[in-house]
Nanobody
Framework: QVHLVERGGGLVQAGGSLRLSCAVT????????MGWFRQAPGKEREFVARISRSGKTTGYADSVQGRFTVSRDNAQNTGYLQMNSLKPEDTAVYYC????????????????WGQGTQVTVSS
């Protein structure tokens, strides 16, 4: 059974940075594309970023473009989301997701999900 374990959330001041990691217990990690999503209180889950299986193709939500960077290390079976210039509106529970297929902006395309990690940005 494949598990996704996220780490790296926390409390940070506006303008600060955090790096989230998503460790995948899957020896064929390189066969999985990944997505990052977030859900703020009272709001629906929204797409944040995605990365292809090779890591060569990425995509971002307009709200994080230029501030967040998604990456992966297939040798370490781990994906990352580097978040810079954080804003209070970035406060949410962040989830990583994976699927055996092309990356997608749609959460429904992913069948593997992490437990989520809280990111809180204070003003």
């Amino acid at each position: 059974q494949v598990h996704l374990v996220e780490r790296g959330g926390g409390l940070v001041q506006a303008g600060g940075s955090l790096r989230l990691s998503c460790a995948v217990t899957e020896r064929t990690f390189s066969s999985l594309s990944m997505g990052w999503f977030r859900q703020a209180p009272g709001k629906e889950r929204e797409f944040v970023a995605r990365i292809s299986r090779s890591g060569k193709t990425t995509g971002y939500a307009d709200s994080v473009q230029g501030r967040f960077t998604v990456s992966r290390d297939n040798a370490q079976n781990t994906g990352y989301l580097q978040m810079n210039s954080l804003k209070p509106e970035d406060t949410a529970v962040y989830y990583c997701a994976a699927r055996n297929g092309p990356s997608s902006d749609s959460g429904s395309a992913y069948n593997l999900w992490g437990q989520g990690t809280q990111v809180t940005v204070s003003s």
